[in-house]
Each structure stands twice: as structure tokens, then as C-alpha cells.
């Protein structure tokens, strides 16, 4: 036979248990929408039977307690889930800043440079058709203004683009540096608590989280460790190990080799999230402002070429109608004071326009120097590969969203919390609560008759 | 699969997200009336833009220089008929002149009306403009081209071309410069003059009849080429409008949407939007608790 209070103990070890699982549905209930929280489980379990001797040997059921607390997680989904978000972000990153830069370039409108282009020699010819008018004339000094005045604009947006991009790199390195800090806070105490037998579902939620969140900005890799820590590493790299964090250093960011370069020599490469977007679309405007330059250069050296070899209406020759060597600082040349000066004669006839035709036909002429185009069409050649670059990081952005849906539909079915099944379950533990709060109640009135009946003997 | 609550909520979310987008889309497809807004919308049409853009507008300004020239050359043509009507006259005076019967009086009569053809010429010669530009003076356009010494008429202007782009192959040479054509018929006509007044009836039939057909010639192979050039303006002229109605059209069907399929697209891009927030709102509303006592 069982003791006496067996029954008592079994009924109090069902409360707590139960109990235990009302708190674990409670705990759930509470982080329905707490970001990254994986549902947690009561792993209820019989406890051992209590073997009795009698004639035969009888097992009997002694009741229930909680096994563990379970997290309810894959980690296999954490790891594509990390790695599509950060291509997310590095598409959807690109996308946007160069989206901005389209807005610079405002083209296909009235702003953009190629129609300023296209008004500038047109001046030309107009001025070749007639050379002597001053009203043509102050045209083609307004056009040749605008025209300058818009590649200086174009520049000057996007040097403060180029700026303000490597400002962001530098606060996002910044960003890096303190999550990779608290991957490693957590690491520490992970680490204990496995030492001790006790992990804890939730320290493990917050540390996938923030490796979600430093993907977001650097694609990284992420192995866990025998002892529980995790190591994240950038390529060469080691950001995190154990419960030491490396800081990436941000003074000497090498954005052409598309990675950080810290002091040891080891290379960090960034191989996606926001940061290497920043990094890509640094690149691209670098190779558009290289080739605006290049296009500012050869205008006004091709420009004051043929320019310099006629006459103004005042007779004078010789003159610059374009001055500066790039983008940046293009503009009409102080030699044109006087819209007299402006060089429409091959002679100093005043009638004469054929320097000006001349100076409009620069406009077919190919170049070595841009690539075998023309003017125009290597200006048009930036507008089209800008447009090229900015669809493909669409495209990108779209497929690694839809990719992430589904991946955090996935996730969600495993890890998140569903309040219905939640509530139904803690009806389902209230429910055994009260029977256990009832066998207490019956197995004391048991224990009550079996004093009063002892009593009564004696 | 299983759906957590969140779940639901996100991918509610997602859905009215991605509809409203759809449907702003179409919402500014209809007002600006583009296709392509930006480059990134159709890179390759956008480029394609940009070009039937430039040739459109290139179009324009050739448009303005064919009028120029139109106008130039109707200028020119005109003061050469006259050049033309003028020395026909002296041609028909000179015969007469010519002939035995006229008397002296008859031919210093004839004399003085040539005379007055001479300044007539020189008056066509220097009040022909297009505007402010002397059309005979080559490019020294603000100078008077004639000017009459003794006998002589003297070109004050130069020998060059005024050229006119006409579209990317032609460049045309628009003016024809006084000298030799108007110096040459008003040389021709002093020496006829000079003939009939000293009564040199001998070398004004043998010289001078010959001299004035030869400028006769001269003026019909100008006038020819005049007339040529203002046929070839008018066929570029002709061709540039088709052009620029063929570029016009090619760009619209690249750069421009199809109104009534997007006025459709839009209707049907609300409707989708709003069943999914109808949608969205029966589903919030569901919850076991509501049906908890």
C-alpha cells in the first residue's frame, strides 16, 4: 500500500504543474506581439509509477510533473529568415537611394540635363542662321548657362548624396559595433545558464533577434557553439566570439573593395544588408559623377576648341565660351562679358555663321574619350544604366520580400503565438487546476475520516 | 499550416500594403498620363525617350532654320526676277537702240532710261533685306553690298556663305553674293549705256547685245539654282513634318499609357482594395473570446 498523504502530494504535484502552465500560457499570451518571441510549451510528463510488493508486483501511477519548458523554434528557418532579410534590406536599401538618384537626374523631364544639352547646340544653329541678332544671342548665352548650371547642379546633389551615404556607413558601423556588443552580453549569459542547466527560451529570442537586426545592416554568418555561445563572424572577420565582441573599425572603410579593412589586415566583407547597399550604390553614383566629369571635360575642351578659332561681333577671336575641367565647375567663361563675344563667324563678318554651325554639328561627333559616342548619347548611356541598376535592385527587393513572406509565414507557423489556442489551452489547464483543487479537497476529507476514526477507537 | 495571430495580422498587413500600392500605382498612372516616370520604370524605353525626345526637339530648331532659309531664298528670288525683268527691258531698248533707223534723240532717250534701270538696280542691290541683313553682301550682312564709283559699281561686301543646317546630312548655302552676279549685269548695261550715247552702234551690236545675254544667262542659271533650293527646303520641310509626327506618335505609345486600360486598371485596383479591407475587418472581429461566457 501507498502512504497516507500520496494521495495529498499527487494532487499538489498536479497544482503546481498546472499552475506552471497556466504561467507558461500566461507568459505566451503576454508576447503575442513582442517581435521575435517563440512560443513556449509545458512539457508535462507521468511521474515514475510507485512500485508495490503485494502478491504480485503493481505499478502505480504517481501523477504528473513538468519535464521542461519547451521553446518551440527552428533554427534552420532563423538562419534563411537572417539571410533573406538581409538581402531584403540590401535590395530594398539600393532601391531607394538610387531611386533618389533618379530624382536628381530628373529624367525624362523638362529639368534633365539631356534637354539642356540638346537647347544648347540648338542655340547654336539658330545663332548660325542668324548671326547678327542680339536677341539669338543673349539665347544662346542663357542657354549655354543652363546647360552648365545643370551639370553643377547634377554634381553638387550628388557629391551630398556621396556624403551623406558615408556619413550613414560610419553610424551604421557604429550600429554593428553595439549590437555585436550585445550578441556578445548575451552570449555570457546563455553560456551560464546552460552550465547550470537552466536555458532560458527567451534569452535565446533576444539573441536571434539581434542577429536578425545586425543582418539587416551586414550580412553575417552565425554558428552556435558547443557551450551555447555564438560566433558571428564577417567573412575573415570574427565579430563575436564567446563573449568577446571585435569592433569593426569605421575610420578606415575601403568602399571600392566593397569591405571593411580593420587594422590587423583582416578583411570583413560585406556581403549584404543596408550597409553594402550604401557601399553598391556609393559605386554606381561614383561612376556616374566619374562620367559626368568626363562629360564636362570634353565639352568644354571640344566646345572652346572650335570656339576659340572664330569671331564675335565685336571682331575679337580667340575667345573661351566654357571654362572648368568637371562636372562641378563648368561654366561660361569670363571671356564672354559681352554677348558680342559670343564666336558665330569663321571670319569677322558679322553676317557670318558658321562657326556656330560648326559648334552645333560638335553635337554628331564621336568621341574616344566617351567611348566612341556622342555628346548626348554618352549622357543618355548614364540615364539608361542608372535606370538598369535601379530595376534590377527592384527586382531584387521584390523577390527577397515575397521570400521573406513566406519564410516569416513559415516561422510564424512553428514559433508564433495564436491567442484562440492560447486561451483554449489555459481553459484546458483552469479546468485540470480545479479537479486537482477538488482531489485535494476529497483526499483531505479521506484523511479527516481516517483521524476520526482512530479517534473514535481509542 | 498552422497560423499564429501575428501571422494573421502580418500578412493582413502585407495585403492591404501591397494593394494600396498597386492601386496608388494605378492611381498615378491615370493622373500624369506616363508609362515611364522614371528610368527605372522601362530602362530601355526610357533611353529610347530621351533619343525621340532630342530628335523631336532637334526637329524644332530645323523647323525654324527651314523657314529662315525659306524666307531668304523667296527674298532672293524675288530681287532676282526683278534684276531679271530689268535687263530684259535694256535688252529690248539696246535692240532698238540698235537699229538704223533710230535717230539720235531717239537713242539718248533710250540712254536715259537705261540710266534710270542702273539706279534701279543699285536700289535692288541695296534695299534687298531679310531683316536688318543685306542679302547681297556675303556675310558682311550689315554693310550695304553696292556702291556706285564713276562707271563702276563697287561690291563693298564679301564672299562668304551663309550656310544653314537643314536636318543632320544638308547644310545649305542659302545666299548668293552680289558680286559678280548684280556688279556683272550692272557693268554689262554702263557699257550699253555708253555705247548708245557715244552712238557706237557698231560694238553695241557686236559687244553689248552679246554682254547682256551672257548676264541674261548668268541670271537664269542663278535664278534656277535659287529655284531648286527652295523645292529641295520645302520637301525637307515636308519630310521633317511627317517625321515629327512619326516621332511624336512612337514616342507617345513608349512613354504614355493606354488612357482606357488605365482608367480599368485603376477601377479594378480599388475593388481589389477594397475587399481586402473588408476582408481584414471580419477577421479582426473573430476571436474565441468573444464566445467565452
Do not use: C
Amino acid at each position: 500500500m501507498p502512504w497516507t498523504f500520496f494521495g495529498l502530494e499527487l494532487a499538489s504535484r498536479a497544482l503546481q504543474s498546472m499552475q506552471l502552465a497556466m504561467n507558461t500560457t500566461s507568459h505566451n499570451l503576454a508576447n503575442v506581439n513582442t517581435p521575435g518571441y517563440s512560443r513556449q510549451r509545458v512539457h508535462l510528463t507521468a511521474t515514475d509509477p510507485v512500485a508495490l510488493q503485494g502478491v504480485r508486483t503493481l505499478f502505480m501511477g504517481s501523477g504528473v510533473r513538468v519535464e521542461g519548458i519547451q521553446r518551440l523554434r527552428d533554427q534552420f528557418l532563423d538562419e534563411r529568415m537572417a539571410a533573406t532579410s538581409s538581402d531584403y534590406q540590401r535590395y530594398t536599401t539600393l532601391y531607394q537611394r538610387l531611386t533618389q538618384v533618379e530624382d536628381v537626374f530628373s529624367e525624362p523631364t523638362e529639368a534633365g540635363l539631356s534637354r539642356r544639352i540638346v537647347a544648347f547646340f540648338n542655340a547654336f544653329q539658330e545663332l548660325s542662321a542668324n548671326p547678327e541678332n542680339v536677341g539669338i544671342r543673349a539665347g544662346v548665352l542663357q542657354q549655354s548657362d543652363a546647360m552648365t548650371r545643370t551639370f553643377r547642379e547634377l554634381a553638387t546633389r550628388l557629391d551630398e548624396m556621396l556624403l551623406e551615404m558615408e556619413q550613414r556607413i560610419r553610424t551604421t558601423v557604429s550600429e554593428v559595433n553595439f549590437l555585436a556588443r550585445s550578441i556578445a552580453d548575451l552570449n555570457t549569459r546563455i553560456r551560464y545558464q546552460k552550465a547550470v542547466g537552466t536555458e532560458s527560451g527567451d534569452l535565446l529570442d533576444q539573441r536571434t533577434l539581434l542577429v536578425e537586426k545586425l543582418s539587416e545592416y551586414v550580412g553575417v554568418r552565425a554558428t552556435e557553439m558547443a557551450d551555447g555561445t555564438l560566433r558571428v563572424s564577417l567573412g575573415e572577420f570574427v565579430l563575436v566570439e564567446s563573449d568577446q565582441a571585435r569592433d569593426l573599425p569605421s575610420d578606415t572603410i575601403d568602399y571600392v573593395g566593397k569591405a571593411l579593412v580593420n587594422i590587423t589586415g583582416a578583411r570583413a566583407s560585406i556581403a549584404s544588408g543596408s550597409m553594402r547597399a550604401l557601399m553598391d550604390a556609393m559605386q554606381y553614383i561614383r561612376n556616374y559623377r566619374d562620367r559626368l566629369d568626363r562629360l564636362a571635360a570634353e565639352l568644354v575642351e571640344q566646345v572652346n576648341a572650335i570656339h576659340r578659332a572664330g569671331y564675335g561681333l565685336d571682331g575679337t577671336t580667340d575667345n573661351r565660351l566654357l571654362e572648368g575641367t568637371n562636372a562641378l565647375n563648368i561654366r561660361v567663361s569670363a571671356d564672354i562679358n559681352d554677348i558680342n563675344r559670343i564666336a558665330a563667324g569663321a571670319t569677322s563678318s558679322p553676317g557670318d555663321g558658321n562657326n556656330a554651325l560648326a559648334l552645333s554639328r560638335l553635337r554628331m561627333r564621336m568621341f574616344a574619350s566617351l567611348d566612341n559616342k556622342t555628346i548626348p548619347d554618352f549622357y543618355s548611356a548614364i540615364v539608361a544604366e542608372l535606370g538598369q541598376h535601379t530595376r534590377s535592385a527592384s527586382i531584387g527587393r521584390e523577390n527577397s520580400k515575397i521570400l521573406m513572406q513566406n519564410l516569416q509565414a513559415e516561422r510564424e507557423s512553428v514559433s508564433g503565438v495564436n491567442v484562440d489556442e492560447e486561451m483554449s489551452n489555459l481553459l484546458r489547464y483552469q479546468r485540470s487546476y480545479q479537479a486537482a483543487a477538488q482531489l485535494v479537497s476529497i483526499m483531505d476529507a479521506t484523511i479527516v475520516d481516517l483521524l476520526a476514526a482512530l479517534a473514535g477507537r481509542r | 499550416m498552422r497560423v499564429s495571430t501575428s501571422q494573421m495580422h502580418y500578412s493582413l498587413q502585407q495585403a492591404i500594403e501591397r494593394n494600396y500600392e498597386r492601386y496608388h500605382e494605378a492611381q498615378q498612372a491615370v493622373i500624369t498620363g506616363k508609362r515611364i516616370r522614371r528610368p527605372s520604370d522601362d530602362p530601355f524605353g526610357a533611353s529610347l525617350g530621351i533619343t525621340l525626345h532630342r530628335l523631336l526637339q532637334e526637329t524644332e530648331q530645323y523647323q525654324r532654320n527651314l523657314t529662315t532659309a525659306r524666307n531668304f531664298l523667296f527674298i532672293t528670288d524675288v530681287a532676282l526676277e526683278e534684276l531679271n525683268d530689268l535687263l530684259r527691258q535694256t535688252k529690248a531698248l539696246a535692240i532698238q537702240a540698235a537699229t538704223d533707223t533710230q535717230n539720235v534723240e531717239g537713242r539718248q532717250a533710250i540712254a536715259y532710261r537705261i540710266r534710270q534701270m542702273l539706279e534701279q538696280i543699285v536700289n535692288i542691290g541695296n534695299n534687298t533685306t531679310y531683316g536688318d541683313r543685306f542679302i547681297f553682301s556675303g556675310l558682311k550682312t550689315l554693310t550695304p553690298p553696292f556702291r556706285v564709283v564713276g562707271e563702276e559699281l563697287v561690291y563693298e561686301g564679301d564672299y562668304g556663305n551663309l550656310n544653314v543646317e537643314l536636318s543632320p546630312a544638308v547644310v545649305m548655302t542659302i545666299n548668293v553674293q552680289g558680286d559678280p552676279l548684280v556688279t556683272g549685269i550692272y557693268r554689262a548695261m554702263a557699257r550699253v549705256v555708253q555705247y548708245i550715247e557715244t552712238n557706237n552702234i557698231e560694238q553695241l551690236s557686236r559687244e553689248g547685245l552679246q554682254e547682256l545675254q551672257n548676264q541674261l544667262d548668268n541670271l537664269l542659271r542663278t535664278r534656277a539654282i535659287v529655284g531648286s533650293k527652295i523645292q529641295q527646303v520645302e520637301m525637307i520641310q515636308q519630310r521633317l513634318e511627317k517625321r515629327n509626327i512619326d516621332f511624336t506618335e512612337l514616342l507617345s505609345t513608349i512613354e504614355d499609357v493606354d488612357a482606357a486600360e488605365a482608367i480599368t486598371q485603376l477601377r479594378m485596383r480599388e475593388i481589389a482594395y477594397q475587399f481586402t479591407l473588408a476582408t481584414a475587418a471580419r477577421l479582426q472581429n473573430l476571436s474565441l473570446l468573444d464566445f467565452l461566457a
